[in-house]
């Protein structure tokens, strides 16, 4: 510790009553306090996921519970001094046995997808927006609402579909339908939606009979690769973080197969800018089973072999930890009534979650990006002037508007 901990200052309050301060002073400050030597065993040997499930289990205790205070001191005093050496040496491990712990079969799939989607409705629609997008926001400014940045985000992408009424538009990963219904009643796409999740897949059925819109969405629980009909265009977000890294071959060529000659597809991923790593392993056990968040350098080249142009890539930085911010404010404005359904371990962990993922848009090489991929170089214009032009109104309500 003496050696992890150089700026800042960490204090450990030990199992046998000891209590030590460590680094320089100044700057970020924590303080926890551990339960057991077994846990501190742990923190030794892997401490990613001791520390998750210790907080969880209340065998480490964060004075004032200021989990972010913890792991931003953490996070910036592991790049100033290299971690131990048989702890680099699990890391690199797991990543070399990335391609055994993320193949992620159709049925492996569904499972993962139970896992963290298939808790419940109600939970999510607590924390997210109203149009319950579980995937980054657009903040065209930090101070809008979530609502509006979500509403952005879906304008966005969009804009870069180029969508036209009654285009074929394939939705890879459709959640509870927020993007579907957007395209189907905004811009008038015919859309089929294709889910895992049968929780979403029931409440996104029943917003679009809600709507009226059965006639223009068709929702389905199946699996992208199971596909066989052409589309005019293809949207994913948030969904590519799930398909595992033996898979992005198959993902991408799925795309090319299914996206017709003069299609645009839109993926929207987080994804690393810095070289590849290993995933978190209390990620993968407790949140998100067989995930992977990839670096570019290992997206570019199942890309390539697909036979895709890459017409454009954004990298949309801080947006997600803005997202995610709103997200936990959101959580924890409603802790009662997350209470009448699950325990305080639920609720340490899943606060642990939102706050590890918004630190990770904030003090490590993580993004989110946009690929807008074609079959042809021309299936869109030249220079990226078309997205911001005062005209930019989705085309089926303006059409509507003129009659």
Excluded at 62 to 79: K, M, T, Y
Excluded at 164 to 169: D, F
Excluded at 252 to 257: A, G, I, L
Excluded at 357 to 364: D, I, K, N, S, V
């Amino acid at each position: 510790m003496s050696r992890l901990v150089q700026t800042g200052e960490l204090t450990v309050n030990y199992p046998d009553g000891t209590r030590r301060r460590y680094g320089a002073g100044g700057g970020d400050r924590a303080e926890v306090s551990i339960t057991d030597t077994t846990t501190l065993r742990g923190l030794v040997l892997r401490p990613d996921l001791t520390m998750g499930e210790g907080y969880m289990d209340g065998r480490i205790t964060i004075a004032h519970d200021n989990i972010e205070g913890l792991i931003r001191l953490i996070l910036r005093n592991r790049f100033r001094e290299a971690m131990p050496l048989w702890v680099r040496m699990v890391a690199r491990a797991r990543f070399r046995l990335g391609h055994l712990i993320q193949r992620n079969s159709p049925v492996r799939s569904k499972a993962n997808v139970a896992h963290h989607y298939d808790l419940s409705n109600d939970l999510y629609q607590l924390f997210l927006d109203r149009d319950m997008q579980y995937s980054c926001a657009y903040f065209t400014d930090p101070t809008v609402s979530l609502d509006e940045a979500q509403e952005a985000k879906k304008a966005h992408i969009a804009a870069k579909l180029r969508i036209e009424p009654g285009m074929r538009v394939l939705d890879i990963g459709c959640g509870w339908g927020g993007m579907a219904l957007t395209l189907a009643r905004d811009y008038g796409a015919r859309v089929v939606g294709v889910t895992l999740s049968e929780n979403q897949l029931a409440l996104g059925r029943a917003r679009v009979a809600e709507q009226g819109l059965e006639q223009q969405i068709d929702l389905r629980l199946q699996d992208y690769r199971n596909l066989a009909e052409p589309f005019d265009r293809i949207v994913s977000v948030g969904m590519l973080e799930h398909v595992g890294l033996p898979h992005y071959g198959e993902y991408f060529s799925k795309v090319s197969d299914l996206l017709s000659q003069d299609g645009i597809a839109l993926i929207h991923t987080i994804g690393r800018t810095g070289p590849p790593a290993a995933q978190s392993e209390w990620i993968n056990r407790y949140i998100f089973p067989g995930g992977y968040v990839p670096a570019m350098s290992e997206l570019a080249p199942a890309i390539e072999r697909a036979g895709l142009w890459t017409c454009d890539t954004e990298v949309l930085r801080l947006h997600y930890a803005y997202t995610l911010r709103h997200w936990l404010q959101r959580f924890d404005a409603h802790l009662d009534t997350v209470r009448a359904t699950y325990d305080d371990r639920f609720i340490r962990m899943w606060r642990y979650y939102l706050t590890i993922c918004y630190l990770a848009f904030e003090e490590q090489d993580q993004a989110v990006f946009q690929f807008q991929l074609a079959q042809r170089r021309d299936a869109v214009p030249i220079t990226r002037d078309y997205l911001y032009a005062d005209d930019s109104a989705p085309r089926a309500m303006t059409d509507t508007a003129a009659q």
